[in-house]
């Protein structure tokens, strides 16, 4: 049954990190744009939920919703302002901007907030295990599984079989011939910025509570969400998913069976892929 439980936990930490990731995943997989302050939106929408679930008493599943749309808007905002002008930049200049975000939001926080480490008042539904075949699970965890498990396929569906992941798609592989098709690129690449945003708003509120909260959570967790992506590669989404999965279940083996060594089972996972396949599992040559 242990076995069972660390698989369980495995797949809910998996999730956890692919709907904290798979914005990145959409950012530079689909628009070959490298936003290493992703985790930044992240850690607002998880102080967006904490304040209104510890604070204003809000909901938590009330809350969740609210730091989808605060990291988009921010995400908008700091795209129409900033992002933007660095499109047609290269990976080096995007990188150190997007670290010099970083910097200036951790200070922010920290100054605003204090830091101290933040956890979610969850209500009582939410806490405490089921029994399941003799297998203690988690509430809360379920509950993560189940929710990324609608938004990874919700996500999917979005990017293969609607019209806006085909302007997305032609976007990004050809944005003038995209724009002389009629596509508004500009308005496709902003949503798309401040989608990807509000997804890592809203994995933020759901870790606050597993990986708790505090100023430094973009540094301390940037590694994972390029772990991630690297390894799952970043021309698909199907890609990042299944690599979170397989890193988050290591990770939670790891750390059970080998709890000296257990951190450096996520990063030898990733040594090993990228051995066997250097674009990561699903990955491609960039045509750009």
């Not at 992240?42 to 604070?55: E, H, K, S, T």
């Not at 809350?63 to 990291?71: H, Y």
């Not at 204090?114 to 029994?131: C, K, N, Y």
């Not at 002389?180 to 902003?190: D, E, M, S, T, Y």
Request: hydrophobic share 55%; charged share 10%; net charge positive.
């Amino acid at each position: 049954m242990t076995l069972l439980t660390i698989l369980f936990d495995g797949v809910a930490y998996g999730m956890l990190l692919f709907v904290l990731a798979c914005g990145l995943a959409v950012t530079l997989g689909l628009m070959n744009f490298v936003n290493l302050a992703h985790g930044a939106f992240a850690m607002a929408g998880g102080y967006v939920c904490a304040v209104l679930v510890n604070q204003a008493g809000w909901p938590f599943l009330a809350a969740l919703p609210l730091a989808f749309l605060a990291s988009a808007a921010i995400g908008a905002v700091l795209e129409r302002l900033l992002y933007r002008h660095l499109y047609t930049r290269s990976h080096l200049d995007q990188v150190l901007f997007s670290v010099g975000l970083v910097f200036m939001s951790v200070a922010a926080v920290d100054y605003i907030m204090g830091s101290s480490r933040v956890f979610m008042q969850l209500p009582e539904a939410l806490q405490g295990q089921i029994d399941l075949f003799g297998v203690g699970i988690g509430r809360y965890r379920l509950m993560i599984i189940v929710i990324c498990g609608l938004l990874t396929v919700g996500l999917q569906l979005t990017l293969a079989k609607t019209r806006f992941g085909s302007r997305l798609r032609a976007a990004v592989d050809d944005p003038r011939v995209a724009s002389g098709l009629g596509i508004n690129v500009p308005q496709v690449f902003a949503l798309t910025f401040a989608f990807g945003c509000g997804l890592a708003g809203f994995g933020g509120a759901l870790s606050a509570e597993i990986l708790g909260l505090d100023p430094y959570f973009p540094l301390k967790f940037m590694i994972y969400f390029l772990i991630v992506v690297t390894v799952g590669g970043s021309s698909s989404i199907t890609g990042p998913f299944l690599a979170s999965l397989m890193l988050g279940i290591g990770d939670v083996a790891g750390k059970y069976y080998l709890p000296k060594l257990g951190p450096f089972v996520i990063y030898t996972i990733m040594i090993v892929i990228l051995i066997w396949r250097p674009n990561g599992l699903f990955g491609r040559t960039a045509a750009r």
